[in-house]
Every structure is written in C-alpha cells, then in structure tokens.
C-alpha cells in the first residue's frame, strides 16, 4: 500500500515533468535575444490584428486576457488601480484582467509572470518592480506585450528594451517627477514661513529610488529656504548623494534657519516604530509633518491638532475626509485613471497597432500627480477619480489613443492635471 | 466474520486517510486539467511553471521533515534560505563561478541549520524558540548583507550566468539526487528509524542508548542542504535578490508538510513524500486559485478550508481520546 | 521562601533591564522619561506586549501552539471599527465589541480544534489564513482609519491603559488561579492524560482558554487599532508576527512565576519588553540593530534560564577558588 502511494505520487511528477519539459523555450526566463521571441501562448493573439487594423477603434470582437502584477494589494492606490480596471475598463472593452497576489520579490514576480502566460495572458501591464529587467526579458521571448504602469525604468534598462518588439513603453512618474512632488511639497509649507519639520522616509530605509527622490526634494527645499545645507549637500545631484552616502538612514538636522527636528523611515509595524512616530509628532517643536508616502496611516494616531500634514499617495474617501477635517493639508495623489492610457498602449499593440516613439522604439512618458491643498479640491479629484461611469478617463476618451501616433499619444499622457484632462473630456 | 469484516473495514479506512493527501493531490490536479479545458489554459506551459514554483519549497521542505520526524519545528528555514542566497551571490560575484555559489549556499544553509541545533542541544534550549530567534537575527543579517553589499536594495547575479542552469531538467535533476539521498537515509538507513523512534517516544529512544542531541544535529543539517539547494534554485530561477527574498518559504515549507499529511508531532508515521505531495498541492491550488481569479481575500478562504479539509482527513485515523498537542 | 527572595526574585530583571536602559540612554546624552509621551509610549506598549503574553501563555503552556492569535485581533478589531465608525459610538462601545468578537473567534478557533482534533498548530494555520481573507474581504482590503475620529483615538491615554492592564492580569490570576476552570486547566496542563481520566472535562476547557485568548487578542486589537489610528490589512500570515513579541515576556514570567505568580511575571515580562523598546524609541535605533539585539536578549535569556543550575554552580566554585 505503502509503495503504491509511492509510486503514484512519483508517476504524477514523472507525467508533469515530461509534460513540462516537452515545452518549447523559456526554460530560462531570458533566453531569447533582444527583439525576437519564440513561439509562445501568447502569440496566437495577434491575428486579429489585422482586422482590427481596418477599424478606427479597439476590436471588441474577441476577448483579450491582460495579467497585471501588482507588488503590493493592500496598499489605496493598487486598489484604486484595480477598481479603475475591473470596474470600469472591463465593463468598457472586451478585456478580462487577471491580477497577481501579492508579489514580494523576484521570484514570485517571475512566477506571476509565468502564470500569466499559461493562463494565456496577451499582456502583461506591471505595478512590481522588484525584477523589471527579468520581466521584460520573460515577456518578449515568449511574445507577449509587456507595460510598465505608474513608474519609468532607468535610462540603462530603456537603453536595453526600448527596442523590444514587445516592450510597450512606461508611463508614470519618472526620478525627476518623484523628486519635485518632494520639492514642491516642502516648499508649499516653507513658503508659508513654517520652518520646523517632522519626516516619514517610507521606503528610503530599504534603498527605494522612489522614496528616496522624494527625501531628497523636501531636504533640497529646506536647504534652499534655510541657506544651509543636510549631510553636505544642497542640490539634487549631491543631496541623493548623501542619501546614499548614509546607507539611506537619515537623522534629524538643522539646515540653516530651517530644522528637520524628526525623521522616522522604514515600515517595522511594530511598537518601538510607532513610538518613534508618536516621538516625531508630538515633538512641541514640529510645525508640519511630511511624509514621502503613507502619511496618513503612519502618522494617524499620532499627529497634533495644530501641526500640518503633506503626504504624497492617492485619492481615496478617508483621505478626502482627512482633508476636510483639516488633518491632512497637502495631498500629491496619483489618480485611478491615470493607468487608463498604458492600458489602451497595451490593448493597441495586442490588436496589432503598436504605438512606438519617432524612433521606432518603446516610449517613456512622464506623468505627474494631482496636487490638492484644499478640501474642495480633494473632493472634486476624488468625485472624478472614484466614479465607476465617468472617470478621469472615460472610453470616449481612451478609444481616441487607439492606433494614435506617437506624438498624440504624448500629448495627451502629458495633459495628466486636473483641469487639462477636463478639458480633454470636452 | 464479524471481526474480520471490521477489520478489513478498518483497514479501508485506514487506507483512505492515508492515501487523502495523495487523493487531495490528484483531486486538484483534476480540477485543474477541467479548469484548463474550460479556460483555455496552456497545460505544458503550466506543468512547467508547477515545477518551477513547488521545486524550491520541495527541496527545502523535504529536507526540513527530518526536523519535523523528531517532534521538532523551524521556523527560521525561509530566513536562512535567503541569507544563503544572498551570500551565495555574493560568493558569485566575487568569483563568477556557479559550484563556488552552489557550495556556498548550501555550506552557508548548513552552517546556520547546525547553529540552531547546537545552540539548542548544548544549551538545552527549546528549538522552536531558538529558531524563533535565528529567524530574528537572519532577517537583521539580510538587511546588514543587503546594505554591506553597496547596491542598496538587492544583489544580483546576472541573469546570463544562470540562464543556462534555469531549466526544469537541471532542477529535476537536483531535486532527484537529493530526494533520493532523503528517501535513502529516512527509509534505508538507520538514520531515518532512529530519527522516527526518538520522534515518537523520546524518553524510549534515550533508554534505548539513542543520542537525541546527534539525531538532532542530524537532521538539521540534512534540512540545512536542502535549504541550500533551495537558495541555489532561488537565485537560477530569480537572479535578483531582495530582504524579501523568501519571505513565503518558511510558512510554505510548513503548510506543504502538514499538506502532505506529515504529523507535525514526528514519530514512526512521518512521510518523506510529504513534502513532495504537499508542496505540488499547493502550487496547483494556486494555479486554480489563478484561473478563477479569485479576490485574495476570498483565495486565502478557500485555500484555508481546503487545507483544513485534506488535513482533517488525512489524520482522522490518528485521533485519540483526548485533545491532540 | 524568603520573603526577600521573593521580591527580588521578582523584581530583579524589570529592574535590571531598567538601570541597563537608563545608562545606555544616559550615555548618550538622552533621558529614557523625559516627557509624558514616553511614558505613554512605555505603558502602551505595557498593555500591548502584556495581552499578546497573556493569550500566548494560555494555550502555549498547554502545548498548543496559535498562530491565529494576531488574525484573532485583525478580525476582531476590523468587525468592530466598522461598527463603531458607522452608527458613531465611542471607544468604550468598541472595545467591548472587540472584546465580544475576539471571544467569538477565539472560540470558533477552539471549536474547529476540539471538532476536528489535529494538532493546535495546524488548525492555527487555518485559522490564521481564514480570519486575515476575512478581514481583506470585509474591508475590500482598505483597512480601517480612524484618524479622523477623535474620540477613538482620544482613548490612548496612561489612565485608560493601566485600568486595562490591571483588569487583564486580576481576571488573568482571579480565573486561572482562583476557580475550578483554573485548577483543571493546572491539571490538564501538568497530566493531560490523566486529568482526562479523573473526569476532568478537556474540550470545555480547552474552548474556554481559547475564547479568553481571543478576549485578550480582541483587546489588544483594540488598543493596536486606536493608537495608531489605523487598521492595516494581512495576507499570507502576515498576521501573525505580533505573536513573536511575546515570547522573552513570556519566558521572564515562566522565570518571575518561581518567586511569585506566574501572570505577574508575564506582566513584568512585558514591563521588560517595553523598557527595551523604550530605549529603541530614545537612541532611534534602526531596524535591523533591534531585531538582532532582540533576538539575543532571547537567547541569552534563554541559555541562562536553561542552564541556571550549571552557571550557578560554575559561579559557586569560581567563587569558592577566589
């Protein structure tokens, strides 16, 4: 009985490994060379192309099944993110999304990635950055369009794959964008003649160019208020240099006449880390907390009545209810829709109408946040942002990036304010 | 008559709760092949992707049944994983040579394995609560090797170096050499009976001239291999590696044992495919999991019930009068 | 014993972690109290660490493993913010209801184990994976804010904190020290085997430790939920770290236990614990210097207290050759 259950258990493997091993390729996720691909599930897709060459808009006929990995579920913007996709665009287009689970490192990212294209996925758009390079290597050797969604890669990494026939191209907040919604944060508030900060680094402890980027703005914004300088330095370039140079662990400093009086980073979740919160915002001295993310779960509890808060995250109903109440006072949101044109990208280029750059290859496109310093203005982003019928971007709006040129593509990604996309709709 | 049809009904039973966690198994492969007719799923390709996401687990938790055999449990073995494979790319970095990686991810698992059980045998200490503490100190040590390195958040290997030894005949084939060298010492050798013996009554064992604080020393480094295996598969797999590089490993590898029907109480009942069967439940469960597109909220329900389910039965026969501990 | 023994039995490492801390920290040029806030901060993390002991000693002594004590809070603390936040009541509605809820899953968690008898640990998984998709469901995996509630977060002051903290731990000696529940569970936990066979009654017991763990976890949900403002989701077991805080409280209290209660010494175990997180907070010490330091405060402890027989008698000789 014993030997039998043995043997079974060893036939299943003995099935499933010959199975797997009679696959063609992409045993290794990279194996292909740049711009060719294999043949792979993905690739029966792009038949269709053809006829929906002759429409002037997406081809609804057949259903297309995009993967989206996404790095982290709980966090407001990924399910913003998803409620924009599964609420709206799938109820829009002929289109099925299938999301990953949470994706912590590069392995399960190459795992989802993997999953997708068993499941016969014909893209893949990506909030995970754990891996990209890993990623778009999987994609385009097994023919499958690959997207990056609320983020850019490094000038090397578009180097290497803009010229990927699979690679669509990025759209989202690129370094320079990241470091100016710090900037122009702190400036916000020491314009106002506050000069006594509290700070929440996020994920700068863990080395995160995003977070990173942010710090480096709000430091170079107090250094320029403050005619001092932070760890050295007092410009972008040497200011991201000390951040490093300190193992990016920061600490509180006087940059001239303006003072980081408390800075707490990391996400520990446990008590020594909300004491050191609690520390920072009761500290008599902080006029105005900034936060390079997560703000207003981090400093929640802890935050004083007279004290200001800036958090740069995404529009949600607690964070308009924040700022009404007066808790929150500055807020750089991502918006929902703003990964409505990548998808249109992606679907575009499934259907056989790629949109490239003049050059031919993949494109980068900057995309900044909404930036609310009002109550009212929070709601009227959030009432747009969170509509299920008429969301920033709607079909009408989407459909006219379908096989569009480059440039009108650009321009449209780049009117990413408030009162341009407004005017987008019209 | 009576007795004997009892007994033959007995032993039917018995037969049916041993055989549910292979039943549970060849019960999700078949959902998956239905939902893969239905949903037009590429059923090589997601063979392929079975083996290439159970293998690591398999390896790792494999080898850790021979901690579990004797009543024992680590909890650090998804830390230590990623601390060898960090380390083990860092050993690739500064040489370029893969059996220098290979051996130092599996000299480096070894070495943290053996420093929980001689921390515990010679100090006397509980080894859960020792591994408690390792898996503190080797998440710090990640973070500290991360930083040291210089890169900031990850260290990697290129992927070129291990684009060649990324394919599923090379994992099979190590999962083989080292399956077949558990399977030898737990159901061959002396090793794997003591083991057995000392897990199901210690105080026997001792009386007996058994030295618990060896078989322990033991296992821990056959399980401190297969964690090295693993690390060595982690980075051939995913090249890049973060302080959260593993971080599912260590529950995984608990959840797939107890998948697989070990008894987490160790003992003459403990399984060395159990590791095997509960890991390829699990990547298959989440393959359907995947084809449903569940919420993952409601995935983690389902997965929790089904756990429960194939769990409860396979141990109904090993149910006594009073409350297990 | 000594009466003297007694106290210093178990007063000596509160004590000892205390003048340790306000050394390190004067060495560096800070006080460990300087403001009302690090008391606060001291006394939260008191009741915090304290609850966690408490439930995990329960069961832990028991032989039963729970890696559903943190899911217990999560669940318990997300059902009744949504509560609390949508007809407007205040913190004491919530946390009697936390304290409600945690009774009912903690029970549920007893009732799976005492129906389907598999060892602890396994259902405890289960559990712990069924009560976190739970609680993502039910919020859509939001969580719960309370920063603009004032009068939730308004709870988290050192005179709401110690009232609880003295409640918990005279229920905690009251039930397990003073009833008939207690002196079973003394018995079922010394001689399972045979206490069953004298008649005592396992299943209701074990179902009665495990709503009292849930009790306190729905408790300290509550706590965890009003200070910091927010509720955070988990999935994956990401739940269930709370636990590992309260293993060195609960091996001080196993040691404190010999020289006078056991439950006083989880709490002056967790008065430990927040002395060293205090100084955490102080000196702003990172991550990963607080985890590994720790760990081996774990293990230090943990060969002392195994090993006290032989270093005693290392100490006795040694001092005896002097």
């Keep these: 009985m014993k030997n039998g259950m043995k043997l079974t258990a060893l036939l299943m493997a003995l099935v499933m490994t010959l199975c797997a091993c009679g696959t063609k390729g992409n045993e290794s996720t990279a194996s292909a060379a740049p711009g060719t691909s294999t043949e792979a599930p993905g690739k029966s897709t792009e038949a269709p192309a053809t006829t929906a060459a002759e429409k002037t808009g997406p081809d609804d006929s057949k259903n297309v099944k995009i993967g989206v990995l996404v790095s982290d579920v709980t966090s407001a913007e990924a399910l913003a993110f998803r409620a924009y996709y599964e609420e709206y665009i799938q109820k829009q287009y002929n289109v099925t999304f299938m999301y990953s689970d949470e994706l912590a490192d590069a392995a399960a990212e190459a795992s989802a990635i993997d999953n997708f294209i068993a499941n016969n996925c014909k893209a893949i758009i990506s909030f995970a950055s754990a891996d990209r390079p890993a990623q778009i290597e999987t994609c385009e050797s097994n023919g499958v369009y690959y997207a990056v969604a609320t983020g850019t890669l490094t000038d090397e990494q578009y180097e290497t794959y803009k010229n990927y026939k699979y690679y669509v191209g990025a759209i989202g907040p690129d370094l320079m964008t990241e470091y100016m919604a710090g900037y122009d944060m702190a400036k916000y508030y020491l314009d106002q003649g506050f000069t006594k900060f509290g700070m929440f680094g996020g994920a700068t402890p863990y080395y995160t160019e995003m977070h990173i980027y942010r710090a480096a703005g709000m430091l170079v914004a107090m250094c320029e208020a403050g005619k001092g300088t932070y760890l050295g330095a007092s410009d972008m370039g040497g200011m991201i240099g000390a951040i490093y140079g300190a193992g990016c662990q920061l600490t509180p400093a006087k940059i001239g006449s303006v003072e980081l009086c408390g800075y707490v980073g990391g996400y520990d979740f446990d008590d020594a880390w909300f004491g050191k919160l609690a520390a920072v915002a009761n500290d008599p001295n902080v006029e105005v907390l900034l936060a390079v993310g997560s703000g207003q779960t981090a400093f929640a509890g802890f935050k004083q009545a007279s004290q200001k808060l800036g958090d740069i995250d995404c529009y949600t109903a607690d964070s308009v209810k924040l700022m009404e109440s007066g808790t929150l006072n500055y807020l750089a949101g991502k918006f929902s829709a703003s990964i409505g044109p990548i998808f249109m990208a992606v679907l575009s280029a499934v259907q056989g109408h790629p949109i490239r750059n003049a050059e031919g290859n993949a494109f980068a496109i900057g995309q900044g946040y909404w930036v609310a310093t009002s109550a009212e203005e929070a709601k009227e982003y959030y009432a747009v942002d969170s509509s299920k019928t008429e969301p920033a971007y709607t079909r009408n709006m989407l459909d006219k990036l379908y096989n569009a040129s480059y440039s009108d593509f650009e321009a449209f990604v780049k009117a990413y304010s408030f009162e341009e996309i407004k005017g987008l709709a019209k | ?325 | 014993m000594k009466m003297g023994k007694k106290i210093t039995g178990t007063l000596v490492i509160p004590v000892i972690t205390l003048i340790a801390a306000w050394i390190i920290c004067s060495s560096q040029g800070v006080k460990l109290f300087e403001t009302q806030l690090n008391l606060l901060t001291f006394i939260r993390t008191v009741a915090n660490v304290s609850l966690v002991t408490f439930a995990l000693a329960i069961n832990l002594n028991s032989g039963r493993f729970d890696f559903s004590l943190g899911s217990v809070a999560l669940l318990s603390s997300v059902i009744s913010s949504k509560i609390v936040l949508a007809l407007d009541w205040g913190p004491v509605a919530m946390l009697l209801l936390s304290l409600c809820f945690g009774v009912i899953f903690g029970l549920i968690s007893g009732a799976v184990y005492v129906s389907v008898k598999l060892p602890p640990i396994i259902v405890s998984l289960a559990v712990a994976l069924l009560y976190e998709g739970l609680s993502f469901t039910l919020t859509g995996g939001h969580g719960v804010s309370f920063a603009n509630s004032a009068r939730l977060l308004g709870f988290a002051s050192i005179p709401n904190f110690l009232i609880i903290i003295v409640l918990a731990l005279a229920f905690m000696i009251i039930v397990f020290d003073r009833t008939k529940f207690g002196y079973e569970y003394k018995a079922l936990l010394s001689g399972q085997k045979v206490a069953v066979s004298t008649g005592i009654r396992e299943v209701p017991n074990a179902l009665l430790c495990y709503a009292i763990a849930g009790g306190l976890m729905g408790i300290q949900g509550f706590i965890s939920a009003t200070t910091n403002g927010t509720i955070q989701m988990s999935l994956n077991f990401g739940s269930i770290s709370p636990m590992f805080m309260a293993f060195l409280p609960m091996f001080i209290g196993g040691f404190i236990g010999r020289y006078s209660n056991d439950k006083l010494g989880y709490l002056l175990g967790a008065v430990t614990s927040a002395f060293i997180s205090l100084l955490y907070v102080r000196l702003n010490v990172s991550s990963s210097v607080q985890q590994i330091t720790s760990a081996l405060l774990l293990v230090g402890f943990l060969i002392y207290l195994n090993n006290e027989g032989k270093l005693k008698g290392l100490f006795v000789r040694g001092g005896g050759k002097g």
Excluded: H
């Design chain 2, 1 to 325: 008559m009576e007795n004997e049809k009892k007994i033959r009904k007995e032993n039917v039973k018995a037969a049916v709760f041993r055989f549910a966690p292979l039943g549970g198994l060849i019960l999700l492969f078949g959902i998956f092949m239905a939902l893969a007719v239905i949903k037009d799923i590429n059923i090589p390709y997601s063979f392929k992707n079975i083996v290439n996401q159970s293998v690591v687990v398999v390896v790792a938790a494999t080898g850790a049944v021979f901690i579990y055999t004797l009543g024992s449990f680590d909890i650090s073995l998804g830390a230590s994983l990623c601390v060898s494979a960090l380390i083990g790319a860092m050993a690739y970095n500064a040489t370029k040579s893969l059996p220098v990686m290979l051996l130092t991810c599996v000299g480096v698992a070894v070495l943290i394995s053996l420093t929980s059980s001689v921390l515990a045998s010679v100090f006397n200490l509980p080894v859960f609560v020792t591994t408690i503490a390792m898996l503190s100190l080797l998440s710090a040590l990640a973070l500290v090797l991360i930083g040291a390195n210089g890169t900031g958040d990850v260290i990697q290997v290129p992927a070129a170096a291990v684009r060649g030894i990324n394919n599923v005949w090379f994992k099979l084939i190590i999962l083989a050499v080292y399956l077949g060298m558990c399977v030898f010492l737990f159901d061959f050798m002396k090793l794997g009976r003591r083991e057995k013996f000392q897990g199901g009554n210690p105080v026997c064992a001792k009386l007996t001239g058994l030295n618990g604080k060896r078989l322990a020393i033991a296992a821990f480094a056959i399980a401190g291999v297969g964690v090295g295996l693993g690390a060595f598969l982690t980075i051939t797999y995913a090249p890049t590696l973060s302080r959260n590089t593993a971080s599912s490993v260590g529950m995984d590898i608990i959840i797939s044992i107890v998948f697989g029907g070990m008894p987490v109480s160790g003992g003459a009942r403990s399984k060395i495919y159990s590791a095997v069967i509960g890991a390829l439940s699990m990547t298959m469960l989440n393959q359907i999991m995947l084809a449903l597109s569940l919420d993952s909220g409601v995935g983690q329900i389902v997965k929790a019930i089904i756990f429960l389910l194939v769990v409860s039965i396979s141990m109904s026969n090993s149910k006594g009068n009073i409350l297990p501990r």
